[in-house]
């Protein structure tokens, strides 16, 4: 039997690739096998955190502080049964509705006011606006602690302390000045010949933003709420400040609730409502990460 040895170089297309190139090829192989190798670990090492969580969250008081290994030797759901049941007279559902009842009127409303205030600044010129588009971006440097107690003294007076008012009312008059200049951005990366020729058809100023700009503008106003969405789920100033009956907690205070400094306290009853209370923000993000990586990468460019 003739042997025969295959000397045929490789060929890529319809073009031999010569020694040179094959080995500049395999060295570009293993160069991003060893990229996506460090990458994988460094991810590894960030997430090990959040999966010690989710792992300890199963485990009983006393292995938390005897192995710092990700999976329980013994795994039991005690810690999420008394966890949901709290301390209080109330379950863990009812801080969960209290946050919704924050979160979504919070979201709606900087969603509409943040798209009105930035097609504004963005399809129409007026006197001052050079000026007004400066001190919005001003806020922005403005630091939060700043105008902690003028608000709190405003919504004394108001007589909304203990109630969710002072936590979404101011955000249904655009203060988020970080969204409206990212809507503002992105509004002026879209085209504006459908808008002119919605306007030749007769469409009003409000008609043109919300059946022309609003649908081209979704991506963007997805990732106002997501933003939204996870900022207010972690605030713990906020309903520090202006809520004080136990009832009107949201989740971030009845986290509070299960820490004693003056006695012993159950970690895996705190880890397990924890996991619970990243859940919803996890939960979001995935379902719309699509328009959010969509919406910031493009309202970082300006058309």
């Known amino acids: 039997m003739e042997t025969v040895t295959n ?18 090829q395999r060295a570009q192989r293993r160069g991003a096998i060893i990229r996506y190798v460090v990458l994988t670990l460094f991810g590894l090492l960030m997430l090990y955190p959040l999966i010690w969580l989710v792992g300890a969250s199963f485990k009983t008081n006393e292995e938390i502080f005897s192995s710092a290994a990700f999976w329980p030797k013994e795994p039991t759901i005690q810690g999420y049964i008394d966890g949901w049941q709290t301390s209080t007279p109330y379950t863990f559902a009812r801080f969960f509705l209290n946050s919704l009842y924050i979160v979504i009127p919070k979201m709606i409303g900087t969603a509409i006011s943040s798209v009105i205030v930035a097609y504004g600044f963005a399809r129409f010129e007026f006197p001052g606006k050079k000026i007004l588009f400066g ?37 249904w008059f655009a203060l988020e000045a970080f969204f409206v200049f990212m809507l503002i951005q992105f509004m002026r990366s879209i085209p504006r010949d459908m808008e002119e020729a919605a306007r030749v058809d007769g469409a009003n100023t409000f008609q043109v933003l919300w059946f022309v700009v609003v649908p081209m503008l979704m991506p963007a106003i997805i990732s106002v709420c997501l933003f939204q969405f996870m900022w207010t789920m972690n605030d713990f100033l906020g309903p520090l400040i202006y809520i004080s009956s136990v009832e009107n907690y949201p989740v971030s205070l009845a986290l509070k609730l299960s820490i004693d400094t003056t006695e012993a306290f159950n970690w895996n ?15 979001v993000f995935f379902i719309a990460q699509k328009y959010f990586i969509e919406g910031i990468s493009t309202g970082g460019v300006k058309g």
């Open 7 to 24: 000397l045929e170089p490789m060929r890529k297309g319809d073009r031999t690739l010569s020694p040179q190139e094959l080995q500049i």
């Open 135 to 171: 001190i919005l971006i001003a806020t922005l440097l403005l630091p939060d602690v700043v105008t902690r107690i003028p608000q709190y003294l405003l919504f004394r007076e108001l007589g909304w302390l203990d109630t969710y008012l002072p936590l979404f009312v101011p955000q």
């Open 269 to 283: 009853q705190i880890l397990a409502m924890t996991v619970l209370a990243l859940a919803p923000s996890l939960v």
